[in-house]
């Protein structure tokens, strides 16, 4: 997540690790490798409603690559969402099988209870 974003101040309070970025910074090889660190210590993953930009086609396709299973928030439609195709790529990797995909967060929960 990007260097202050407000999620962080939610994920701290969780006790959740985050990996933070400067939003001008792009995502280097020691970012991607912490990441693939926390992921392969996640049960799961789950990736919001977010826009699909450039930068973060490398975090989608290292989730993507991972045995870590990975669930999708979609209140956009993806298309809406799309400014890389490369990014659209990786992520629509991440929805194989509509079980992982939901509109909402309540809705996901209800998917996974």
């Not at 912490?34 to 826009?51: C, I, K, P």
């Amino acid at each position: 997540m990007p260097t202050g974003d407000s999620d962080a101040a939610v994920a701290d309070a969780l006790g959740m690790e985050t990996l933070a970025v400067g939003v001008l910074e792009g995502v280097d090889d020691g970012a991607l490798e912490r990441l693939g660190a926390l992921v392969g210590r996640a049960d799961a993953v789950v990736v919001a409603d977010v826009d699909l930009t450039a930068g973060l086609a490398p975090v989608l396709s290292a989730v993507a690559d991972s045995e870590t299973p990975a669930y999708c928030i979609e209140e956009r439609p993806t298309n809406e969402r799309t400014v890389a195709e490369a990014a659209a790529t990786a992520y629509r990797r991440l929805r194989v099988g509509e079980a992982g995909v939901a509109a909402s967060t309540p809705e996901l929960l209800d998917v996974l209870a």
